[in-house]
């Protein structure tokens, strides 16, 4: 049985797990720093080198250390930093890995001085770290910015250690437009999401249902929108579909559904989770869901459980948890005490 404990609390749900004790503390001067990396470690060379140049610590007057990017096996997302002769070397097993390490360093910097910890070996605490963008004008915010100014953003998220960005997608319950948008919604949101698979991030995809599927053709409908815009994506790692907020579809009609969208998901990203919210159902929709849960369709990767959900958290482990990870955002108020993990933004320990 699992429990997925979730939060979209930034700063929470970025969290590292505790160092390893140090040996000794110092303090080593970054000017004019070079970094080298290639492959799996060429997007985090560059994104370090790009925030130490502007903090005007590269540049002019040559390399007095390198900090060498190099990969090995068996860490999983985590990394290593070592000492290597007046430099750094950093090692790592993922893109993303490298990432990290990056953001280590750039945390640890006061001034041109790092102060270093011997040795640095990290490894996620939390399974699935990242946060969720909705650029539509309900936000207010994420809707003026440019595609530059969101791949910012994403840098920043995977360098705190997030792993996975989720998007809301382009239709929801919100105007077509906003007057303040710099580019189409569409257009933004494929940037971003390219900008999280160059550094190795997933990518997942929110994903509200808002036709009424009891009239004829409405599933067909769905269907095509969904192929057309999942066809779209570079990379797609995980679709949620909420239950409600928005959407309001009986259970019996919606799992149905679902499982039509999950074929044109798996056939172009294989690996894709697939997650359905229990928001929004009254009582008696709440236990048609568990009804359809207790089907154990294939198709379905786990539950997850946001506002406007009725239910307590501890009948949701009572009914669903035998069954299905059960995911719990925007905040766990509940310890997590079996084999947990996290997605799209959410919090977890394992």
């Known amino acids: 049985m699992t429990v997925r404990l979730a939060a979209l609390a930034a700063a929470s749900f970025l969290a590292l797990a505790a160092p390893v004790a140090h040996a000794r503390t110092a303090q080593v001067s970054l000017a004019h720093a070079c970094v080298e990396g290639s492959g799996d470690a060429e997007a985090a060379a560059h994104l370090l080198a790009q925030r130490l140049t502007e903090r005007g610590l590269t540049g002019q007057g040559g390399c007095r250390l390198t900090i060498r990017l190099d990969a090995t096996s068996g860490l999983g997302e985590g990394y290593r930093i070592r000492r290597e002769g007046h430099g750094f070397m950093v090692s790592a097993s993922q893109r993303r890995g490298y990432v990290y390490a990056a953001g280590w360093l750039l945390s640890h910097l006061h001034g041109a001085m790092l102060d270093w910890n011997e040795p640095v070996d990290e490894h996620p605490a939390l399974a699935v770290r990242g946060d969720q963008i909705g650029i539509r004008a309900k936000n207010n915010s994420f809707d003026a910015w440019t595609p530059a100014m969101l791949a910012r953003h994403v840098d920043d998220l995977a360098l705190m250690g997030a792993n996975r960005i989720q998007l809301v997608g382009p239709v929801s319950d919100d105007a077509g437009a906003s007057p303040l948008a710099p580019v189409p919604a569409m257009d933004a949101i494929l940037a971003t999401a390219r900008e999280a698979k160059a550094l190795g991030l997933e990518v997942a995809l929110y994903q509200p249902l808002l036709r009424d599927y009891a009239k004829p053709g409405a ?132």
């Open 219 to 350: 599933d067909a409908a769905e269907l095509a929108t969904f192929t057309d815009l999942i066809d779209r994506f570079p990379a797609l790692d995980a679709v949620y579909f909420p239950g409600g907020d928005p959407g309001n579809t009986h259970p019996d009609i919606l799992f149905p559904l679902l499982a039509k969208l999950a074929v044109p998901l798996r056939a172009r990203f294989p690996k894709a989770e697939l997650l359905v919210s229990t928001q929004g159902f009254d009582e008696a929709g709440f236990l048609a869901f568990v009804a359809q849960i207790r089907k154990r369709p294939s198709w379905l990767s786990a539950v997850f459980v946001g506002p406007q959900t009725r239910g307590s958290i501890a009948r949701h482990r009572e009914l669903i948890d035998p069954y299905y990870p059960l995911e719990l955002y925007p905040t766990p108020r509940t310890p997590c005490t079996r084999n947990c993990r996290s997605s799209a933004g959410r919090q977890c320990s394992r």
